[in-house]
């Protein structure tokens, strides 16, 4: 599956952002999804997951309560709702894609990955 990242940008601190990740190539709803996120000089981390049906997400504890993942199958689409942005949210923000069912907040179940949306915020 190939897999487009966008909406990223450069926002103030408190600030929000809807990061967008449209799918393509393969049945979308056969994915769980995921976001992981790579700050400068520092190690890709997991951030936020959803099952392929939209019914169960997973978050990292540094960002429960400010993100949001949701998907749109009808759109092959998976999205990331940030709100009160913090300069430490600055990073490439990159989509993913899991087989259903697996563990889709492991990289080393990722199938396949984006190319990233770079997220800057200013304090």
């Known amino acids: 599956v190939q897999l487009q990242a966008s909406g990223g940008g450069l926002v103030q601190a408190g600030g929000s952002l809807r990061l967008s990740c449209a799918a393509s190539?393969?049945?979308?709803?056969?994915?769980?999804m995921a976001w992981f996120r790579q700050a400068p000089g520092k190690e890709r981390e997991f951030v936020a997951a959803i099952t392929w049906s939209g019914s169960t997400t997973y978050y990292a504890d540094s960002v429960k309560g400010r993100f949001t993942i949701s998907r749109e199958n009808a759109k092959n689409t998976v999205y990331l709702e940030i709100d009160s942005l913090k300069p430490e949210d600055t990073a490439v923000y990159y989509c993913?894609?899991?087989?259903?069912?697996?563990?889709?907040?492991?990289?080393?179940?990722?199938?396949?990955w984006g190319q990233g949306t770079e997220v800057t915020v200013s304090s």
């Open positions: 993913a894609s899991a087989a259903a069912g697996s563990s889709p907040a492991v990289e080393d179940w990722i199938q396949y």
């Open positions: 190539g393969r049945t979308f709803s056969n994915y769980d």
